[in-house]
């Protein structure tokens, strides 16, 4: 059974959302992500910009244990954290809940085949001033999903549904497969994809929302890799054992 919430981030929670944010905008930008940077642009905020320039104050060990911290956390909580603006994306991601509960049930079959890790629970937490979604751990087996600002990233917006089981397919499959056999960025992106598409094929509030990520183009395809492979391996029907399939591709790429 799907145990999954949706909640707005308190005030330190938010804070620590855009410390990282900001400590993680340059590997966006090495890696062809320059769409974080238009999100900043777009955004203009003199703090979030003076944030971005202090970059090199980030302790990339301990957001608590930082000099941006002490320098920024009150200013932002009290300059840029607004409670009330998260309510109506809150009530928005609640309304995604649903169709993800109708094929919850091919989740479930992926634990019981080949061990697709299951959280506890799940929290959803829109976020002001994150340019991508994204998946998180926390205590107690507990899988968060943060949720950037579709305002101002619009081509997100129609697959808010779609982007929060992404994140949670992630989840399932970060230790067990792309941990384990070392993936790169984008094939664990890929390879979500795919696994999203098995997941919701019989599915229709998902008809519209994965012609983005079908097999001959994703969104996270920015850069000239062949997916071809990736595709390939996805044709074994992840039901049987993906964690086997991966790990004869790991094999097969590392002897070529």
């Known amino acids: 059974m799907l145990n999954i919430k949706c909640k ?3 005030a ?3 804070f620590d959302d855009l410390y990282w944010t900001v ?7 090495k890696n062809g992500r320059l769409w974080a940077k238009k999100f900043f642009s777009d955004l203009n905020n003199p703090l979030i910009n003076e944030m971005l320039k202090d970059a090199h104050l980030i302790n990339p060990n301990d957001s608590r244990d930082s000099k941006f911290t002490e320098k920024y956390s009150k200013r932002f909580e009290q300059e840029l954290y607004l409670p009330d603006e998260y309510i109506e ?4 991601a609640e309304l995604s809940l649903l169709a993800i509960e109708k094929c919850w049930y091919k989740v479930e079959e992926l634990n019981k085949n080949w061990y697709f890790k299951i959280c506890n629970e799940y929290f959803v937490i829109p976020h002001l001033y994150r340019a991508w979604s994204s998946y998180y751990f926390c205590d107690n087996g507990t899988g968060c999903v943060y949720l950037c600002n579709s305002e101002k990233r619009p081509e997100y917006l129609p697959h808010q549904t779609a982007v929060i089981l992404h994140e949670i397919l992630h989840l399932g499959i970060e230790e067990l497969i792309v941990q384990k056999f070392n993936l790169c960025q984008e094939e664990k992106e890929r390879l979500v994809d ?3 598409m098995y997941v919701t094929d019989d599915n229709q509030d998902f008809k519209y929302a994965y012609k983005w990520s079908d097999c001959t183009t994703s969104p996270h395809q ?6 071809a492979y990736m595709d390939a391996l996805m044709g074994i029907q992840p039901e049987t054992n993906l964690v086997k399939a991966v790990e004869k591709f790991v094999a097969n790429r590392a002897s070529n």
């Open 23 to 29: 400590y993680q905008f340059d590997w966006f930008e």
């Open 89 to 92: 994306r809150v009530q928005r």
């Open 8 to 10: 707005i981030p308190e």
């Open 12 to 14: 330190w929670d938010a």
């Open 194 to 196: 795919n696994l999203c």
């Open 222 to 227: 920015e850069t000239t890799r062949d997916y």
